[in-house]
């Protein structure tokens, strides 16, 4: 009897669904998936999220009721939550050996930061008061006085504990 009704309001939900409506909730949830696999700082599950609640308002209005909203939504958590669970299962080693947290364990010495003192590595984001640098593979969270470009080659210059200080490398030029 449960299996039954079960079966109507599934039948009725996506029987009724118009094109937008299926489009704009598949869309989301692909973009949402894409984010699993290539965090893109959030904007493709920004953009998701959007899609499905457009998908379900459209849904909604063209006769919906709450027995429709609540299939949908466990639709889209249930997708997820799936998707979640196999990219975890495949990426599990490869995501454990690049974890950041990982590499700067096996980086660091007791003595903190220090031996990154005098060493070379490259901007890998414009620093401006703060920014980041990479040496040897490991991202480092740096400060430095002046503006230095993505892609310059910076040397640190002061360690503080957990504080960074770097200075830009520019050629002289004859």
């Known amino acids: 009897m449960i299996s039954g009704a079960l079966y109507k309001n599934l039948q009725d939900l996506f029987g009724g669904m ?20 290539q965090p893109a700082y959030k904007y493709p599950t920004y953009c998701g999220v959007a899609l499905i609640a457009l998908g379900i308002v459209v849904r909604m209005l063209g006769g919906g009721n709450f027995i429709m909203l609540f299939y949908m939504v466990s639709f889209c958590v249930t997708v997820l939550i799936g998707v979640h669970m196999i990219m975890l299962a495949v990426h599990k080693k490869a995501w454990l050996s690049h974890s950041l947290a990982l590499k700067l364990r096996r980086s660091m010495q007791d003595d903190g930061y220090s031996y990154l003192l005098g060493r070379e590595g490259v901007a890998t984001t414009d620093i401006n008061g703060t920014g980041h640098m990479s040496l040897d593979d490991v991202n480092f969270f740096v400060s430095g006085d002046e503006f230095i470009e993505k892609g310059c080659m910076v040397r640190v210059v002061r360690v503080d504990g957990e504080s960074i200080k770097v200075v830009g490398i520019y050629e002289e030029e004859d």
């Open 18 to 37: 118009s094109a937008v409506t299926f489009i704009s909730v598949m869309l989301g949830l692909m973009l949402i998936v894409v984010e699993f696999f």
